[in-house]
């Protein structure tokens, strides 16, 4: 059975800390990664995703995850954080007919 | 282009009660479907659809039922409301295929109470 692993409920970060939010997955077959974003009172957002390739992946707002196979990991990273992306970070990884398997979920705080 | 709509944001029900949540996206997306938020627990799929005519059950379908009659909309029916369905309910599109994934679009959310 599939699973995804977010051992981080809640992190809180000055301005310009650096992060890296854990994600570990386990699922039996060709593994597609998302890494999705829901800032206060919206809706949930593509940060990035993995298919296949570079396993090095450049999303949105200066964010990137590292896709390691042998640790069955898919980690969120950013250099310098800002107030801005204070928000919920979910880690998922697509299960058949393109369904999406969630984590439980990162809340960020930054502080100003 | 509207994106994935749903409707009400909004709704408190009593025990027992049965409602409609709407959705209806403008992509032309195959693929539709629905979760349900709570605290701890992140997104759990409760249904999904790969095309008009097609449904399927996700990870916690119990108490809820679905059609896809068109391909814009996907409504989730609640058919004898419980406490535990107090939920804030999210429905999502995308297009579909075997190969490769398809990013999601999700819409607004419906956040609903049942007392």
């Known amino acids: 059975a599939q699973s995804v692993s977010q051992h981080n409920h809640h992190v809180i970060l000055s301005e310009a800390a650096s992060l890296e939010l854990g994600c570990n997955y386990s699922y039996g077959g060709t593994v597609n990664l998302f890494w999705y974003v829901q800032y206060p009172g919206q809706h949930l957002q593509l940060l990035l995703k993995y298919f296949s390739g570079d396993p090095l992946v450049k999303g949105i707002k200066g964010f990137e995850a590292e896709f390691i196979k042998s640790k069955f990991s898919f980690n969120l990273r950013k250099p310098s954080v800002q107030w801005s992306d204070t928000a919920e970070y979910f880690c998922a990884v697509i299960t058949g007919a393109n369904n999406l398997f969630f984590g439980t979920g990162t809340r960020l705080t930054v502080i100003p | 282009n509207a994106g994935v709509t749903q409707t009400p944001k909004f709704q408190v029900l009593k025990t027992g009660q049965s409602m409609t949540l709407q959705c209806a996206q403008d992509m032309n997306h195959e693929y539709m479907s629905w979760y349900r938020q709570d605290p701890g627990m992140g997104l759990r799929l409760i249904h999904y659809?790969?095309?008009?005519?097609?449904?399927d059950q996700g990870e916690v379908p119990n108490g809820y039922n679905v059609s896809r009659s068109t391909t814009e909309d996907f409504p989730l029916r609640l058919l004898s409301a419980a406490p535990s369905q107090t939920s804030v309910y999210f429905c999502?599109?995308?297009?579909?295929?075997?190969?490769?994934?398809?990013?999601?679009?999700f819409g607004p959310g419906t956040r609903l109470t049942v007392t």
């Open positions: 999502a599109s995308s297009y579909w295929g075997k190969s490769p994934s398809y990013e999601q679009y």
């Open positions: 659809s790969v095309g008009a005519g097609i449904t």
